[in-house]
């Protein structure tokens, strides 16, 4: 290696996620938005490295990767997830053509390191750990390729990310993470490979501070804690979180919270209550399917033995709404599971369904099986509704995706996607801290308006909606409107006719 620079130029670089589900690109231009979320991965990367390091950050989601960018750097981080990888791989190369040096980490690099050869140095598993070894080595000249940890980082050390690096303007959305780990063990998700099945959380003060910076900086919008089961640590999160929250909320402007739970949330409804007064309004659970045996198959314990329907009902009637993934193509799933998810996502009044085909993700269980059984077919996608999988089937192939067209066609289909709304917000308790009405919000109506009422298909929903909401649930107007603009957008990822 080249005589270390003292205060080197860090250019933090964060690829384009394609047209998915949870993009919402169709969806943001309604609000003039231009990513759903900022990058806190590399935000908080970039408040671990040394205070006289400079600092920059170019999203390619908000904007360009310029000349004068690579010219300022003296090297490039670059992270992600594994969505991303072609607009990482591109990205690697304009900087390896640029002659800059490039160090990578997050998800994507940390299970497919292998397939990034131009990368200059690996700064893998969680930064707490292996950064500070990395900037050490930086010092003395002496750095290695890759750096791993099998521990897990004490994250009540992690510092606020540097969110003045953001164009916090061009998110609908910000990020905040309270917990790293999650106490089950599914099959198919690689969450406990990655940070392990021990909840580690960071202090109240520590979560507080980050959302005083994020009003200070004038954020007035929602914001997601990232938490993969926000209820997983159910004792710190009653008696120490939610309690903060909802005395920060009290002190000044509240903002509205959203995050992911198990299912078992619905067992409790002093959290769910609690959960409500410190300012969330919805959670995504992971269902999965209706089938019992598909369940125990992929060791979806905590969805076992349970009415969903009635779980999911009473998750609304607590205030907070229930958006979901679904999956279709386990080894115990039959012909009739199509129409069963169908028929469970409409019942059940969950708007935002995400249904995907079973992928193998390198680092689970899932993949070690299939693997041991001569069933995998290169890597996953990443993406949740391309409708591939990296699996040989039990069910016929054909079968598998033309059932799997049928749900997606179902459900986004203009009546029933309305429908489901309607019955949604039939359930829904409403939030008890919403969004600032604002004038984006109203341009979003009349964009809607236009777009989805006069010139959609769905026009004769549409309204039937609006008019249904403003006699029965006028409080709940600017939901429905959001929720429409998002059903626009899962009616192009999704491909429905």
Same mark, same amino acid.
């Given at each position: 290696?080249?005589?270390?620079?003292?205060?080197?130029?860090? %250019?933090?670089?964060?690829?384009?996620?394609?047209?998915?589900?949870?993009?919402?690109?169709?969806? %943001?231009?309604?609000?003039?938005?231009?990513?759903?979320?900022?990058?806190?991965?590399?935000?908080?990367?970039?408040?671990?490295?040394?205070?006289?390091?400079?600092?920059?950050?170019?999203?390619?989601?908000?904007?360009? !990767?310029?000349?004068?960018?690579?010219?300022?750097?003296?090297?490039?981080?670059?992270?992600?997830?594994?969505?991303?990888?072609?607009?990482?791989?591109?990205?690697?190369?304009?900087?390896?053509?640029? +002659?800059?040096?490039?160090?990578? +980490?997050?998800? %994507?690099?940390?299970?497919?390191?292998?397939?990034?050869?131009?990368?200059?140095? @690996?700064?893998?598993?969680?930064?707490? !750990?292996?950064?500070?070894?990395? /900037?050490?080595?930086?010092?003395?000249?002496?750095?290695?390729?890759?750096?791993?940890?099998?521990?897990? *980082?004490?994250? #009540?050390?992690?510092?606020?990310?540097?969110?003045?690096?953001?164009?916090?303007?061009?998110?609908? #959305?910000?990020?905040?993470?309270?917990?790293?780990?999650?106490?089950?063990?599914?099959?198919?998700?690689?969450?406990?490979?990655?940070?392990?099945?021990?909840?580690?959380?960071?202090?109240? *003060?520590?979560?507080?501070? $980050?959302?005083?910076?994020?009003?200070?900086?004038?954020?007035?919008?929602?914001?997601?804690? /990232?938490?993969?089961?926000?209820?997983?640590?159910?004792?710190?999160?009653?008696?120490?979180?939610?309690?903060?929250?909802?005395?920060?909320?009290?002190?000044?402007?509240?903002?509205?919270?959203?995050?992911?739970?198990?299912?078992?949330?619905?067992?409790?409804?002093?959290?769910? $209550?609690?959960?409500?007064?410190?300012? @969330?309004?919805? /959670?995504? /659970?992971?269902?999965?399917?209706?089938?019992?045996? #598909?369940?125990?198959?992929?060791?979806?314990?905590?969805?076992?033995?349970?009415?969903?329907?009635?779980?999911?009902?009473?998750? =609304?009637?607590?205030?907070?709404?229930?958006?979901?993934? @679904?999956?279709?193509? @386990?080894?115990?799933?039959?012909?009739?599971?199509?129409?069963?998810?169908?028929?469970?996502? =409409?019942?059940?009044?969950?708007?935002?369904?995400?249904?995907?085909?079973?992928?193998?993700?390198?680092?689970?269980?899932?993949?070690?099986?299939?693997?041991?059984?001569?069933?995998?077919?290169?890597?996953?996608?990443?993406?949740?509704?391309? +409708?591939?999988?990296?699996?040989?089937?039990?069910?016929?192939?054909?079968?598998?995706?033309?059932?799997?067209?049928?749900?997606?066609?179902?459900?986004?289909?203009?009546?029933?996607?309305?429908?489901?709304?309607?019955?949604?917000?039939?359930?829904?308790?409403?939030?008890?801290?919403?969004?600032?009405?604002?004038?984006?919000?109203?341009?979003?109506?009349?964009?809607?308006?236009?777009?989805?009422?006069?010139? +959609?298909?769905?026009?004769?929903?549409?309204?039937?909606?609006?008019?249904?909401?403003?006699?029965?649930?006028?409080?709940?107007?600017?939901?429905?409107?959001? %929720?429409?603009?998002?059903?626009?957008?899962?009616?192009?990822?999704?491909?429905?006719?």
């Amino acid at each position: 290696m080249t005589q270390p620079i003292a205060a080197p130029n860090i %250019l933090f670089l964060y690829p384009e996620f394609p047209n998915t589900f949870w993009s919402f690109k169709h969806a %943001l231009k309604f609000i003039g938005k231009r990513a759903a979320f900022p990058p806190l991965g590399l935000l908080t990367v970039a408040a671990l490295l040394p205070e006289g390091w400079g600092k920059r950050l170019v999203d390619l989601n908000v904007g360009r !990767l310029k000349r004068k960018d690579l010219e300022w750097a003296d090297y490039a981080f670059v992270g992600g997830m594994t969505v991303q990888r072609d607009s990482a791989r591109s990205l690697i190369a304009a900087c390896k053509e640029a +002659g800059l040096p490039v160090i990578a +980490g997050g998800p %994507l690099f940390t299970t497919e390191p292998e397939s990034f050869p131009d990368v200059d140095h @690996f700064v893998l598993n969680e930064a707490e !750990l292996t950064l500070p070894e990395f /900037v050490r080595d930086f010092a003395a000249g002496t750095l290695r390729r890759e750096y791993r940890s099998t521990e897990f *980082a004490d994250i #009540s050390q992690t510092p606020i990310p540097r969110w003045e690096l953001a164009d916090l303007r061009r998110y609908s #959305s910000l990020s905040l993470q309270y917990s790293r780990g999650c106490p089950f063990q599914c099959d198919f998700c690689n969450v406990t490979a990655l940070f392990g099945h021990r909840p580690r959380t960071k202090s109240p *003060a520590q979560v507080v501070a $980050e959302l005083d910076l994020l009003r200070g900086l004038g954020w007035s919008g929602k914001v997601f804690f /990232v938490d993969d089961n926000l209820i997983g640590n159910k004792r710190h999160l009653r008696e120490e979180l939610l309690p903060a929250l909802i005395n920060w909320q009290a002190a000044g402007r509240p903002l509205p919270f959203f995050t992911e739970a198990s299912i078992n949330l619905a067992d409790d409804p002093d959290l769910m $209550e609690q959960m409500r007064d410190a300012g @969330f309004e919805s /959670v995504f /659970v992971g269902i999965e399917t209706p089938d019992a045996e #598909s369940l125990a198959e992929c060791h979806k314990k905590q969805n076992t033995r349970r009415d969903l329907i009635a779980d999911v009902k009473r998750i =609304q009637r607590a205030g907070l709404e229930v958006q979901a993934g @679904f999956i279709v193509g @386990f080894d115990s799933d039959t012909p009739t599971i199509f129409q069963r998810q169908i028929d469970f996502i =409409q019942e059940s009044g969950i708007v935002v369904a995400m249904v995907g085909l079973l992928q193998a993700v390198q680092g689970t269980r899932l993949h070690e099986r299939l693997s041991a059984e001569g069933r995998l077919i290169g890597g996953s996608s990443g993406d949740n509704v391309d +409708g591939t999988t990296n699996i040989v089937t039990r069910m016929d192939l054909a079968a598998l995706t033309d059932g799997y067209q049928r749900i997606l066609q179902s459900i986004y289909s203009p009546a029933n996607y309305y429908r489901r709304l309607r019955t949604f917000l039939q359930e829904y308790r409403g939030a008890k801290v919403t969004e600032r009405l604002r004038f984006g919000h109203l341009t979003a109506f009349f964009h809607s308006a236009l777009a989805l009422g006069v010139f +959609g298909r769905e026009r004769f929903h549409y309204w039937r909606l609006m008019i249904w909401t403003l006699f029965k649930r006028p409080d709940q107007l600017s939901r429905a409107v959001s %929720l429409a603009i998002c059903g626009y957008h899962f009616r192009i990822v999704c491909r429905v006719n």
